[in-house]
């Protein structure tokens, strides 16, 4: 599956424009990914924080009868998003914390949000996907980090979205090949320990 960028310069939040995208226009797949969001948003409504220079990107797709159901690509895309952030982070620990967070070196980097919509009797997943790219937010509840602190790089948000979408094409180009198990088994080693 071949996933079309949506690029802009700035949204409310790129979830809300994959909603729109789906909804007007008629799109099946995309990525959206913008530059700036301004209004960002987290599990149960709850404000996502996000800073200019980071990454806010949404994929969204129509859940065919073939394909894992939306438990499944809790963890899938945990995974998938791990190996992208492994590949600028290789010495570092990278974990998931469920249902949705990421955390690289015990802090948090990376939130996923999944929603849900259905049009025309079709069922579609977008996933929301925020790395804190040069910045990260002060949270109560956990440390957070940056790729910029845990690397000393410079990294462009734009290319982190296209090494996002190859990994999720590759996935869909392989779903034949698809076994839940393996993923749960691979996410037990990367599953966070509290």
């Known amino acids: ?24 226009k008629n799109y099946e797949k995309g990525i959206v990914f913008a530059l700036e969001q301004t209004k960002g948003r987290g599990r149960y409504g709850r404000k996502w924080i996000s800073e200019k220079g980071n990454l806010f990107t949404s994929i969204f797709f129509n859940l065919k009868k073939n394909f894992p159901n939306i438990e499944e690509f809790t963890l899938i895309n945990a995974i998938l998003n791990i190996d992208v952030l492994k590949s600028y982070c290789k010495k570092s620990k990278i974990e998931f914390k469920k249902p949705n967070d990421i955390f ?54 734009k290319k982190i979205v296209i090494k996002i979408c190859n990994k999720y094409s590759i996935f869909f180009q392989n779903l034949s090949r698809y076994n839940f198990k393996n993923f749960k088994s691979k996410s037990k080693n990367l599953l966070m320990r509290v």
């Open 1 to 24: 599956m071949k996933f079309k960028i949506f690029n802009y310069k700035e949204v409310n939040s790129t979830n809300d424009v994959a909603i729109d995208l789906i909804k007007k």
């Open 104 to 157: 690289l070196n015990r802090k948090k980097i990376c939130g996923i949000l999944q929603e849900t919509i259905v049009k025309d009797k079709k069922k579609y997943l977008i996933i929301g996907i925020g790395i804190n790219v040069v910045s990260n937010p002060l949270l109560k509840k956990y440390k957070s980090t940056n790729l910029f602190l845990e690397t000393k790089k410079k990294n462009d948000p």
